[in-house]
């Protein structure tokens, strides 16, 4: 309804000037207006396309203006920058279309054009939070890491309240390897901003990819006394946890999550075998509801536990769900059923092996059920 609306004012606004006047003399530039700030983009692209350049005393600095302007509602960022330096060519521009011409510029990744473009923007811009984030990060992208840190400063002075400031110098610093510098401004962030378990997490992560899992485990046991009920905050520090190969900490983290999430019960009991808690781990596994995943995971702690009898046993089962599709499988069926003598059955499950690596292991079993079949009193 609303773009019905719109174009029919413009129809009438057509018809007015054709009443008035001839066609020639349609404000053209005015319709474009009209059009954009009512976001029909097409209609104002079309108005636009009526406007004479020839036409003596046109704005044609407007006319590049709109075109920009134009330009930036549609994504077309190179034509962005094309117009409003004509514009600029033309005389002095208002300074939010140097804010503009700056937006494009970044979107290109012309970094330098964003900076000087924010330059330009004058005094007018210096109350507006978005653009030190502009200019930090331009900097930051053209490897001036000063700069970007000093901009952060700055703005944090500025801005005494904005929160994102000082929340992206912490991640600056950590992407530059200064870990320590970036864990304290974090303890000195979380204090002041009154941080969500969202924050703990995403600093506690960007440590952890950081390499340095020391901080990263502190920052999150720090976060989890804080939240002790949050997941997010949980499965951040078990997977500091799994990185740091503290397979039993990260397994006890899990196992509490998996209380009210039973879609994490298998990866618990997965970091208790890591961890050498096999029979915890296959304590777990018994509550598993997905059969294929539970069947596939207690066919290996079976074999891991070395009870080639029950592994053996779940054949009916492998076979009822359909997971003998899978090589892994069926090296692994095949495995217990020759540790517990029953070769030609284990021979079926080897015979269908291809991949290349089962393939070997297959081989090397081949070759002990030949020594067990000729010299049974070896085995």
């Known amino acids: 309804m609303k773009n019905l609306l719109s174009w029919f004012l413009l129809l009438i606004l057509v018809t007015a000037y054709g009443q008035e006047s001839n066609e020639s003399e349609v404000n053209y530039l005015e319709l474009t207006s009209l059009m954009l700030k009512d976001g029909n983009l097409d209609r104002a692209s079309q108005a636009l396309s009526q406007v004479d350049l020839s ?18 509602r549609q994504g077309k960022n190179e034509d962005a920058i094309a117009s409003f330096t004509t514009a600029k060519k033309e005389g002095p521009v208002d300074s939010v279309i140097h ?7 970044f979107a290109v990744e012309n970094y330098s054009l964003a900076i000087e473009s924010l330059d330009q923007a004058g005094e007018t811009v210096l109350r507006i939070p978005s653009v030190y984030h502009m200019r930090a990060q331009s900097y930051w992208l053209m490897k001036k890491y000063d700069m970007a840190l000093a901009i952060m400063d700055q703005a944090a002075k500025i801005f005494p309240n904005e929160s994102g400031f000082m929340r992206r110098k912490i991640f600056y610093l950590i992407e530059m390897g200064l870990n320590s510098a970036a864990a304290e401004l974090g303890k000195i962030y979380l204090q002041q901003h009154q941080a969500k ?31 002790p009920t949050d997941a997010a905050v949980s499965k951040s520090l078990a997977a500091a946890y799994i990185k740091n190969e503290a397979y039993l900490s990260a397994a006890k983290i899990v196992h509490d999550l998996a209380l009210s999430d039973s879609s994490l019960i298998s990866e618990a009991a997965e970091l208790y075998r890591r ?22 995971q207690r066919l290996a702690l079976l074999i891991e536990l070395e009870n080639f009898e029950q592994a053996a046993a779940m054949e009916k089962d492998i076979l009822r769900v359909r997971i003998d599709k899978d090589e892994n499988i069926k090296y692994a069926l095949a495995y ?20 290349s690596q089962l393939f070997q292991k297959a081989i090397e079993i081949r070759k002990v059920i030949s020594e067990c079949q000729t010299e049974s009193w070896r085995c």
Do not use: C, P, W
């Not at 804010?99 to 510029?105: E, H, I, M, N, T």
């Open 275 to 296: 961890a050498g808690q096999l029979f915890m781990a296959l304590t777990l596994n018994g509550l598993i509801e997905n059969q294929e995943q539970k069947l596939t």
């Open 197 to 227: 378990a969202a924050d703990y997490v995403a600093i506690g992560n960007a440590l952890r990819a950081s390499g340095d899992l020391n901080l990263a485990l502190h920052f999150l046991e720090q976060a989890r006394l804080q939240f």
């Open 55 to 72: 036409e003596e005393g046109l704005d044609v600095q407007r006319f590049h203006i709109l075109s920009g302007l134009l330009a930036v």
């Open 336 to 355: 217990a059923l020759f540790k517990v003598g029953k070769y030609q059955h284990a021979e079926h499950y080897l015979s269908q092996i291809t991949d």
């Open 99 to 105: 804010v503009y011409l700056a937006q494009a510029a």
